[in-house]
């Protein structure tokens, strides 16, 4: 089971530039990022969507600098939501569409707004769906990139700071959920991730993610090592014995977690080299 289907949230920075390059991304055939991407179609807006968002940001950025208000001025136009089902679940360009509208009424009321500022809200949403090629185990599966104005106009101008607020993330998250059941009628609690034939269930991505973790944990352990061994050989030639004694203790905390990770022959033959000359000193034993 899963805790909920993948959303990602993240601001689009560098105002109308920014927004500007989201939209050649999102639409771009071309790009690296989308080799296994098989359709990429827009469900929401066009690409003058994007360019009202852009625009609606850069004249209330005007309208900041020309009253000269205090504080930060606005640098971020848009945030940008991606809706991501696991491979093996596909749903209709309809379906999409009744997914988004639902995730965009969440989005809508989490900003307090009313009926009079629908049409200017529906202005500012975009959203492209990537199609992606389920036969290929590695990467995603399809996902749609949800793109909001953070400048309504209309009579109440303002900033919508609620989309970047963590309450709209969970709001988005839960809409989403209630999206996928009453229009896939697929409930993320009865799915599971698929098998990567390890004995796990592990999702592609997180066996990726956790070998690098691994890596990563063992390339901290054995400089962690490395450090406390250089600050025991100096106190023991300045007779500091309480500070050797104290990274004695460090060195064998970090010998011991080496236990659980999986070491080169080079890796192994250094670190013991260091502790035999360690114990040939100290008299102590590291290994026990």
């Known amino acids: 089971m899963i805790k909920n289907w993948t959303v990602i949230t993240k601001p689009v920075i560098n105002g109308s530039n920014g927004v500007a ?44 600098q020309l009253n000269k208000n205090a504080g ?4 971020s136009y848009a945030m940008e939501y991606c809706l991501t089902l696991p491979k093996g679940i596909t749903a209709t360009n309809t379906q999409w569409i009744a997914i988004i509208n639902v995730c965009c009424k969440a989005l809508f009321d989490i900003c307090d707004l009313d009926d009079s500022q629908k049409f200017y809200f529906k202005k500012i949403v975009r959203s492209v769906l990537h199609r992606q090629d389920q036969n290929i185990a590695s990467g995603t599966g399809d996902h749609v990139h949800l793109l909001i104005g953070k400048v309504i106009s209309g009579k109440g101008t303002r900033v919508l700071k609620e989309l970047q607020q963590k309450k709209a993330t969970k709001a988005l998250k839960t809409a989403f959920n209630i999206a996928v059941i009453k229009h896939l009628g697929l409930n993320y609690r009865d799915y599971t991730p698929s098998e990567l034939n390890r004995g796990k269930r592990l999702e592609t991505w997180k066996y990726h993610n956790n070998k690098t973790q691994k890596k990563l944990d063992k390339t901290k352990t054995i400089r962690q090592l490395q450090i406390q061994a250089d600050k025991w050989f100096k106190a023991f030639e300045e007779n500091d014995y309480k500070q050797a004694n104290r990274q004695f203790n460090r060195i064998k905390k970090s010998h011991n977690k080496l236990f659980n990770i999986e070491i080169s022959n080079n890796e192994k033959a250094s670190i013991n080299q260091i502790i035999s000359k360690i114990e040939t000193k100290s008299g102590r034993k590291i290994l026990e």
């Open 21 to 64: 390059l989201r939209e050649r991304y999102l639409t771009s055939k071309n790009h690296p990022n989308h080799k296994n991407t098989t359709e990429i179609t827009s469900l929401t807006g066009d690409k003058f969507t994007s360019k009202t968002i852009a625009l609606i940001g850069e004249q209330y950025k005007l309208r900041q």
């Open 72 to 75: 930060r001025h606005l640098s």
